[in-house]
Structures are given as C-alpha cells and as structure tokens.
C-alpha cells in the first residue's frame, strides 16, 4: 500500500514537473504578451494541480490535504482572474511605454 | 541535494536583487522586487523560519507590492526628469567602493559568528508552559517581549498619523484614495464577490493557529486587510473617511486593549505586562483578537494614503 | 561551508547592494526600493543568527524570529509612510526630485504641464 | 521520498527562475506583471514540495497565505494602470 501511495506520487509530481516544464518553455518561445500569459496560466496551473494531488498521500492528516486542494482552488481563481486582467491591461497598448 | 536547493536560491535572490538595483525602469524594478520578496517567503522556511515566511508571505507578497505598484503608476511622469539626475562616474564608483566595503565587513562578522551560536531557545522552551501557548514565536511576542510587540502596534498608528497629516486643509477628515468606479460585471467585482469570504476566514484561522503552530495576528490581519483592499479597489465598497468615529475606534482598540491588560499586570502580577499565574493564555487570546480588527483597519488605510476627497463626496 | 552561513554571505551582498542602489538612484522611489534591499539583508543574517541558535527541538532561536516578525511589519510601515510622502510632493509640486539644485528642478512642473 | 522531492523543488525552482528572467526582460509592463504571477504559482509548488519533503509544520498556512493573495499585486497593477490611464487624458488632476 505505501509503495503504490509512493509510486502515485511520483507519477504525479513527475507529470506536473513536466507542465511546469512546458510553461518555461511556452514562456521563452512564444512570441507576444497574450500568448504568454496563456502558457504561464494554463501550464503551470496543471503543474501545481498535479504537484499537489502527488503529494496528498503524502499528507500526514486530512485536514492537510484539504488545505493543500483549497490552496489549488485559489490559485485557480486568482489566476484566471489575473490572466483577464493582465491581458486586458496589454490590449489596452500596455500601461506605460 | 537540500545544498543545491539552497544554493539555487541563493543566486536566485541575487539576481533578483541586482536586477533591482540596476533595471532601468522603475516599473521593471519594482516587479524584480515584488518577486523578490515572494522568493524570500522561500528563504525564511529554509532557515527554519515559518512564522516569519508567513509574515513575509502576507506582507510581502500583498501589500507591499500593491504599494509600490501604486506608486510607481502615479510617479510615471517623473521618471524622464529623474533619470536626467542620474549622478556621475565618479559617484557612482565611490557608491560601488563604499557598498563593497560595508558587504565586506558584514560578510566578515558572519563568518566570525561564534559557534555554537548564542541562543535563548532553551529558555524558551523551559517557559514555554507558563504561557499556555504551544507556539514558542506567540510566546515570545505576547509574553516574554509583549513589551516590543505593544510598541510595533503603537509605531503602525503613528505611521498612520504621519501619512494623515499629509492631507491637504480642505480634504482632512475625508475620504483616502481615488472615488470607486464599479464596473459592476467585471471580473474584478466577481473576484472581490467571491475570494473576501474565503480571505476572511483564512485571516482568523491563521491568528487562531497561532497559539500552537505559525500563525499569529499581524499575518491574520495583513489577509484581512488585503480582502477589504480588494473590495475597496474592485470600487464595491467606498473608503470610510478618517474622521469617522467607528475608524477612529478600529484603530485605537487594539492597542488600547493591550495598554490596559498590561496596566492590569501592575497591580495583579506586580509588573507592566505581567500575566497573573494561569490566566496567561485567556489574557494572550484577548489582546490578539482585540488586535486582529486593529491590526487590519491599520494596514489598509497605512496603503490607502492620505484623505484626499471630502467626506461627502461620492 | 554550511548553508547558514551560504545565507549570511548572501545577506551581505543584498545589503552591499541595497547600500549602492540607495546612493545612486535619483528617484526617491527607487531609494525605497534599494533600503528595502538593505533592510531584508539584515533581516536576513538576523535569521541566520536564529537559524544557528537552533536548540531545545526548535528549528531556530525564537527570540530574533519575533523581532524579524516584528520588524517586517515596520518596514512595511515605513515604506508605506515613505510613498506617501512622495506622492504628496508630486500632487505639490509635479516632480519627485531630491535635488536641491535649482537646475533641472524648475523644468518639471512644465514638462507635467504639457504632457 | 525526501530526495525525490527536493530534486523535483530544485526542478521547479529553476524552472520558476528561467521564466522569470524570460519575463522581466520582456517588452512591456504586463509581461513583467506575469514574473510576479510566476512567482505565485511556482513558489507555492515550491513551497509544498520544500514543506512536505522535510516535514516542516506550518509550510501550508504560509502557502494558504499566499494563494488568498495571488491576485492581489496584479489587481493593484490594474487599478493603477488604468487611474494612470485617465490621469494622461486630463493632466489638470486637483490634488
């Protein structure tokens, strides 16, 4: 049982690591401001999702756990959020030249 | 491979830091430095350090990055001329010889720190009973040096007195910052609908934790603070103007709670601040909830400036 | 070489910094950065000194913790005063500038004017 | 488990700071914006991956802290920018 608890959470942080991965790389090869922001909020919003399932089993308590997934939640909220805010703040020609 | 780490974070935050220093625009600086300070949230919990990673967390990564943001904005058209200012070679290598020397010696004392390095961790540990809280970084701000924390609550309302006074004749006693504009479908409004709940409840979770693991009223009330900010720059909810008793009162109940529990100590425990036997924990719970509500009308208007709308106004 | 002290030798190059940056920049907001550059590297070798006070199962000294907690909120305090400050002599006088020489100065409420 | 999880903090520490330089350097204001939003995400994967791998109580109250407060830098960039905005249509502003 502790092993495949283990090997789940390996599987799981790998694979965020991976969408963690792939935000940098969005980051550096995209071309614009908008396309940007899409890699940073999707890609490492997955990542973190992932990191955080992989390490529920991890958790020493419930209450833990169900800390660690409201953190998620909230991230999710703030960076969809952000990322229309962001985005409108760059249509309008970026804030200051 | 816990040295790689901190290595990598080492460098991390002198980059940051130099990034800061030497960025041409103010703005890409202040955004090196808001960064900086979510990496140093980071650094706190590798030294150990949690309750302050968490003060850090919320003062750092919230408030004082709206600050500086904030004013960055508004100071935009005085940058051209500030940079006209810019001193010269000679200053700026006399300023690089006078950094180095200072980074020097200090680099010099920490490498010259006694080992094993002084620490009162034992005393505290021994007292840590006679507070009645589990957390020894709560013992020590509500106990053993309330004196000091009585004192940071005091310096805030100065500060705050401070940017007050720089309102204009005709605004004081009016309202801070800019008239809301609500944009009432916005995602901001939906954003400043949904998180201050879930912020309000955070905020008091964190400074009840705080009796037996990290947590504490400052972190708690920075989170409040920032949940009404949020309200108050979503246009939602309009800025209170400071002559307005109920602020007034926010602001003073905190500290003056303390001041009386302390005076309290004087004629039951027979010193300031002394905390009869056994009703150490109740007296610490009082002040850090009288402080909580002080703590978090404090902060936000500390970042809301000076009155500048009259009372009326909409 | 241990990793306190890895951090203590970073907390001096951030004060080396923060000290450079507060003499060279012009801007007043840009001083506040860099002394708050200064002042989180002496908050950082104070945590070092925590750090290697580690005793009684507690991962450092709690004593100088607090006063870090303590003095964070006070930095916040001051920079706030800080901004205030400034932006109170921009409403005044349309410039942020430091300089008492009247060169430069006079031009900006112009320049404010125009733009 | 403990190494697997400071090497995978490592990765997402680097990873964090390759994007950050990637858009602190970038054209604009709201790609700098995004440096401090990377730090958002990436630091509290960080942070979780730190806490757990060494057991550290209270990591996740620091990471509750900071995911209530993702948003809010950003929300005061907006805000700025667009009272910045309306100061550069009317530069008459009264005090």
Known sequence: MRIAADIFTIVAILTGAFFFLAGTVGLLRFPDTLTRLHALTKADNLGLGLVVLGLLPQSSSVFGGLKMILVWLLVLLASATVSQLIARAARRGGPHP | MSIALHLALIALLLALAFWTVVARETFAAVAGFVSYGLLLTLAWVALSAVDVALTEAAIGAGLTGALLIGATSRLRKTEAAARAERPGRATRVLAAIVATAVAAAIAACVLLLPDPGPSLAPEVAQNLASTGVGNPITAVLMSFRAMDTMLEAIVLLFGLIGIWSLASDRYWGGRPGLAPVVEPNGILAYLARVLPPIGLVVGIYILWVGADYPGGKFQGGTVLAAMWLLLLMSGLHDAPAVSQRWVRLALVAGPAVFILVGVLGVFVAGAFLGYPEGLAKPLIIVIEVALLPSLAVTLTLLLMGPPQRSESSP | ?115 | MTSFLLAMTFFVVVMVAVGLFCVLRGASNADRMMAVQLFGTGGIAALLLAGVANGTEGVVEVVLTLSVLAAFAAVAFVKADESGAKDDDRPEQGP
Do not use: W
């Open chain 3, 1 to 115: 070489m241990n990793a306190p002290t890895l951090f203590g030798l970073c907390a001096a190059v951030l004060v080396g910094f923060g000290l450079y940056g507060l003499i060279v920049h012009p801007q007043p907001l840009r001083k506040v950065l860099s002394f708050n550059l200064m002042g989180s590297g002496v908050f950082l070798v104070c945590a070092v000194i925590a750090r290697r006070g580690a005793a009684a199962g507690m991962g450092g000294d709690p004593v100088p913790q607090a006063l870090l907690i303590t003095a964070i909120v006070v930095a916040f305090a001051a920079s706030a005063l800080a901004v205030a400050l400034m932006l109170r002599q921009f409403d005044e006088t349309g410039s942020s500038s430091l300089s008492n020489d009247p060169g430069p100065a006079p031009a900006k409420p112009a320049a404010k004017g125009e733009a």
